[in-house]
C-alpha cells in the first residue's frame, strides 16, 4: 500500500491530521526531504538575490500572479482579474503559463477555464517561460500576465502578486514534501503585494492574525500592498457557454465533484448557495477525466436521483462523453478585491503604463 495515496490522504498526513501509525511514519520520512528542500530552494533564491543567476526581461512588462503553497489558493481568479482590467483599461494583455498537465497540442486546464472568461486573451503555454513572454510580445502583447510565476524567477517582472488561501495560509507549515509550501514563507517578502484570498471564510481577527504571522515570517519585509478578497459565484454554466442563475441550486438535490486543489471548498460553496449536496466525489488535482468517470459519475447522480452534476470550470472542460441526463453544470467564480482593490488596481495599472 502507498503511504500518500491521493490528495486527499497527503495533506492529512502533513497537516496532522491523520495520526495513525502510517501517518506518523510518513511525516518521519519526509521531514528529512522537505528540509533538503528547503536548502534548495534558500539557495535558489540567494543566488537570484545576489545575481549569480541571471533573471531575463521580457519586451513588455510582467505582471506575475503566483503563490507560496501548492493547492488551490484561488490564483485563477486572481489571473482572470488582472487580465480583465488591463483589458478594460484599453491594454492588450496575453496570458503566459508553463501549461502544467496538458498532453501536447492540448492546453492546460487553467487555460481552458481563463478562455472561458477571458475569450479573445491569447494564453501562450511555455515550459519556457521567458520564450513564452516573448512569443506573447511578437504576437501583439502589450503586457504579459505569468500565470504560477513566484518562483520562476527567471523571467523578470514588473509586479509580483501572490495569493494567500486563508482557509490554508501556511501550507501545513512545513516546504513539500513534509508540508504544502513551495518555498519558506519568508519568500513573500519578495512580492509587491500579497493578496489573501477566501478571505471572508475566516473572521476578521483570524485574518489580522494571519497578517502579523507573515509580517514576522519576513521580518517586517511586507509587500507594499495588502489586499483581501473573496470568491464570489456568479452564474452556472454548461458545457455549450449557456448560462443558468444561481438561483437554480437552491432546494435541488445534486451530485458534486471536483478535481482541484481545495475540493472541501467548492462543496462548502455548494451548500451555501442552498444545493442540496446528496453526494460529492472527490479526485486528484488536475484530474484527467475519462469515460469511465463520467459513467460512474451519471451513475451516481441517477442513484441519488439528483437533478444535476455541477463542478468547477476547471473540471468542466475536461469532461467528455457526458449524455444530456443529468445536467452537467460548473460554478463560475469571479474573484472580488474587498480590502486594497484601489491600491492593487493602482499597481497593475502603474506596470501596464509603464510606471514602475
Not at 38 to 46: D, E, I, L, Q, S
Not at 105 to 112: K, L, Q, R
Not at 316 to 337: F, N, Q
Request: charged share 20%; with cysteine; net charge positive.
Amino acid at each position: 500500500m502507498s503511504l500518500l495515496p491521493d490528495a486527499e490522504s497527503f495533506k492529512r498526513i502533513v497537516s496532522g491530521a491523520d495520526r495513525s501509525a502510517r501517518g506518523r511514519l510518513s511525516r518521519a520520512l519526509l521531514g528529512p526531504l522537505g528540509a533538503a528542500w528547503t536548502g534548495v530552494m534558500a539557495a535558489r533564491n540567494a543566488a537570484y538575490d545576489a545575481g549569480l543567476f541571471a533573471a531575463h526581461a521580457a519586451p513588455v512588462p510582467v505582471v506575475s500572479v503566483g503563490n507560496l503553497s501548492l493547492g488551490g489558493t484561488g490564483k485563477t481568479p486572481l489571473v482572470a482579474w488582472v487580465a480583465g482590467r488591463l483589458l478594460r483599461a484599453g491594454h492588450s494583455p496575453a496570458i503566459v503559463s508553463r501549461g502544467y498537465g496538458a498532453a501536447r497540442g492540448t492546453v492546460s486546464d487553467e487555460a481552458a477555464e481563463l478562455a472561458l472568461l477571458l475569450p479573445g486573451v491569447p494564453h501562450v503555454a511555455d515550459a519556457d517561460r521567458v520564450a513564452g513572454a516573448r512569443t506573447a510580445a511578437r504576437a501583439g502583447a502589450g503586457v504579459v500576465v505569468l500565470d504560477d510565476g513566484f518562483q520562476h524567477r527567471r523571467l523578470h517582472r514588473d509586479l509580483d502578486l501572490v495569493a494567500i488561501d486563508a482557509t490554508d495560509p501556511f501550507g501545513c507549515g512545513h516546504v513539500f514534501p513534509r508540508g504544502l509550501l513551495r518555498e519558506r514563507l519568508a519568500g513573500l517578502s519578495r512580492a509587491h503585494a500579497a493578496i489573501l484570498t477566501r478571505a471572508t471564510a475566516v473572521p476578521p481577527e483570524r485574518r489580522d492574525a494571519i497578517r502579523a504571522r507573515l509580517a514576522e515570517a519576513c521580518a517586517g519585509r511586507v509587500p507594499g500592498v495588502w489586499a483581501e478578497a473573496s470568491h464570489a459565484p456568479v452564474a452556472l454554466r454548461d458545457g455549450e457557454g449557456n448560462r443558468e442563475d444561481l438561483g437554480w441550486l437552491a432546494g435541488r438535490d445534486v451530485v458534486g465533484f471536483a478535481g482541484i486543489g481545495n475540493p472541501a471548498a467548492f462543496r462548502d460553496t455548494l451548500h451555501a448557495l442552498g444545493a442540496r449536496v446528496v453526494a460529492f466525489r472527490a479526485f486528484p488535482d488536475h484530474h484527467a477525466y475519462g469515460a469511465a468517470d463520467t459513467r460512474d459519475l451519471a451513475g451516481l447522480a441517477a442513484a441519488h436521483g439528483a437533478a444535476a452534476l455541477v463542478t468547477t470550470l476547471k473540471d468542466l472542460v475536461k469532461m467528455t462523453g457526458h449524455d444530456a441526463s443529468p445536467r452537467l453544470l460548473a460554478l463560475e467564480i469571479a474573484i472580488v478585491i474587498d480590502r486594497g482593490a484601489d491600491d492593487l488596481g493602482r499597481m497593475v495599472d502603474a506596470v501596464a503604463e509603464g510606471r514602475r
